[in-house]
């Protein structure tokens, strides 16, 4: 299975993970964002570019099944796909002595990116009109913390499926292919 074969079916796994899982694992109302949790860990294998391509696909298919029409998670998706890994780089410069430090950084920038994705969705929403009021912030913030808790049970899926390499078995050969092959070794045909 090629990668762009994969990052495809991830992207749809994260969807239909955050548009139809999230709803049962809400804590006080509130449900973690897992297709950034799915981003973040997608991005820790593959780089900017297919982040940035996933982050497009999970964000156009969400829209389209939720029925935005506004393409808000469409340029927050992308940015996040592209930015995961520059966090990243940037989070490996800073711990350079911490050891173990793989799921730190994973949470660390879910936690961000989640934290600045509720914060754009609540400024667009006090830009249209919406009432806003600081148990919304609190929600934010409870819902980057559990997107980062979220990415823990997330990144060793999106590693086995990224990684996995399927073992193909080796057909048998036809008694006429034997006797071909073993006629061409002798050197009697096509020698």
């Known amino acids: 299975m090629s990668k762009t074969l994969r990052l495809i079916v991830l992207s749809i796994v994260a969807v239909v993970c955050q548009t139809n899982l999230a709803g049962y694992l809400r804590v006080a109302d509130v449900a973690p964002d897992m297709m950034i949790a799915f981003l973040v860990s997608i991005t820790s294998f593959c780089g900017p570019y297919a982040g940035f391509c996933a982050g497009s696909l999970m ?64 400024g667009y929403l006090f830009l249209i009109g919406a009432e806003q009021s600081a148990v919304t912030v609190l929600r934010a913030l409870m819902c980057a913390g559990y997107s980062a808790l979220i990415t823990i049970p997330i990144n060793p899926v999106v590693k086995k499926i990224l990684t996995w390499h399927p073992v193909l078995k080796k057909k048998k050969a036809d008694l006429a292919d034997e006797d071909v092959e073993k006629t061409k070794r002798q050197g009697h045909i096509g020698g």
Do not use: Q
């Not at 393409?71 to 940015?79: H, P």
């Open 59 to 122: 964000a156009m298919l969400y829209d389209a099944n939720v029925g935005y029409a506004l393409a808000i998670n469409l340029v927050l998706y992308t940015f996040i796909g592209w930015a995961a890994p520059m966090l990243r780089n940037s989070m490996n410069n800073l711990l350079k002595k911490m050891k173990h430090k793989s799921y730190l950084e994973i949470m660390l920038i879910s936690l961000f990116l989640t934290l600045i994705h509720e914060l754009v969705c609540i």
